[in-house]
């Protein structure tokens, strides 16, 4: 999907709309590039990026990761030049997104290009800098949750949420697989978080919620990733308002190119996770509930970043991707949030840290990294 159709389409369209100086098409394209590989990239390490889909390349080389973040940084700052808000050559009615909004799009390829930056700043601390310049002008990144970069589904056959379809072919349209793990729920369960209902289910002999262990059996009191999460409409969030905003107060609370400022980090951290309730259509006055008598104040914890971290977990329940991330980036070896450990029968070692390279990809190209990396070994950003 990364190279050989979303990405190879994505590049043909842009070298398409480039040839017809259509500068909003390209950018727009070169945008959602810029996630594909964001996405590649932190799951697999090292790859092709300099050479990718150029046709007189038949093995291209795999570029440094840092190489990769900084080649789509670099993607992303030529589309913010490049829009063009006044010009009628975009893409608009077949935009799924933001129906050819060219403000949007540029708020789009900013808060990419921030999330970059905070996955980097750990590893290289000159990227704080940028992250201060880009904190300096809030605005510029979504910064409303009508902006959030949200792909839509619908209740017409074959239009519907993924997770939905899989349950209407395999189980009659029931989760039976996939319950609620400790590892996220004791942290919503010990403040009585409003989502829990929207992404919980109680198990059908339970009168209330309960979470088990990684591979630890679960049984009918067990409850289990909720049906709303799964429903034929729901829809899939790719870069979220909350994400960006409980970013930016992770940036404040570290002082991260700004001033440390815990009181504008509680601000932002107040408002990203307001944003996420209400975006999981919690009740609303659980949700105050919550705001005015459970939400940590960040100027009075002992560990103001440790408590972002875990909202940014719970945040991203249903973003297994963006959570992995997240956790990789959250602290060095042994400190990251949420402290998880090996399920009960795997092999003793590290926890996974990536995807391990396709074995049609390293029979195809004698450029893959030699030895490849094993699922165990951490990536350039991984501290």
Not at 13 to 27: G, M, P
Not at 55 to 60: L, T, V
Not at 256 to 262: A, C, I, P, S, Y
Request: negative net charge; proline residues 6%.
């Amino acid at each position: 999907m990364y190279y050989s159709t979303a990405g190879n389409n994505l590049n043909l369209a842009i070298l398409s709309a480039e040839a017809a100086n259509d500068k909003n098409t390209a950018a727009q394209c070169r945008v959602v590039m810029s996630q594909l590989m964001y996405e590649a990239t932190t799951l697999y390490g090292d790859i092709p990026f300099s050479e990718a889909w150029n046709p007189d390349i038949a093995y291209p080389k795999y570029d440094a990761q840092k190489d990769v973040f900084e080649g789509i940084i670099g993607w992303l700052d030529q589309s913010i030049a490049e829009f063009d808000e006044t010009s009628p050559l975009k893409i608009s009615d077949y935009d799924i997104y933001y129906k050819g909004d060219i403000a949007k799009w540029k708020k789009l390829a900013n808060s990419i290009k921030f999330k970059v930056l905070m996955a980097m700043v750990d590893k290289d601390p000159s990227k704080a800098a940028a992250i201060g310049q880009m904190l300096a002008n809030p605005s510029a990144m979504i910064s409303a949750p009508t902006e959030s970069w949200i792909h839509p589904y619908k209740t017409t056959t074959n239009n519907e949420n993924p997770k939905y379809r899989l349950y209407k072919e395999y189980t009659n349209g029931e989760n039976l697989w996939f319950f609620a793990n400790k590892n996220v729920f004791d942290f919503m369960a010990a403040k009585d978080d409003p989502r829990i209902p929207q992404y919980f289910d109680q198990g059908p002999a339970a009168t209330t919620f309960k979470a088990v262990e990684t591979e630890a059996t679960a049984d009918t009191t067990t409850s289990l990733i909720s049906g709303y999460l799964s429903r034929a409409n729901a829809p899939s969030v790719i870069l979220s308002y909350q994400e960006i905003t409980l970013l930016q107060a992770e940036a404040y609370a570290r002082g991260l190119g700004v001033t440390k400022d815990l009181v504008k980090a509680q601000e932002l951290y107040k408002t990203g996770v307001k944003a996420s309730m209400e975006f999981y259509e919690a009740d609303n006055a659980a949700i105050q509930t919550y705001l005015t008598t459970k939400l940590s104040n960040l100027a009075t914890i002992a560990d103001p970043v440790k408590e972002i971290h875990i909202q940014q977990w719970i945040d991203l329940m249903d973003r297994p991707m963006e959570a992995f991330v997240q956790w990789r980036r959250s602290g060095a070896d042994g400190q990251e949030v949420p402290a998880l450990s090996l399920p009960a029968g795997a092999p003793a070692g590290p926890l996974i840290r990536r995807w391990t390279y396709s074995p049609d990809e390293i029979a195809a190209n004698p450029n893959v990294p030699n030895p490849q990396p094993v699922y165990n070994v951490k990536m350039w950003f991984d501290l």
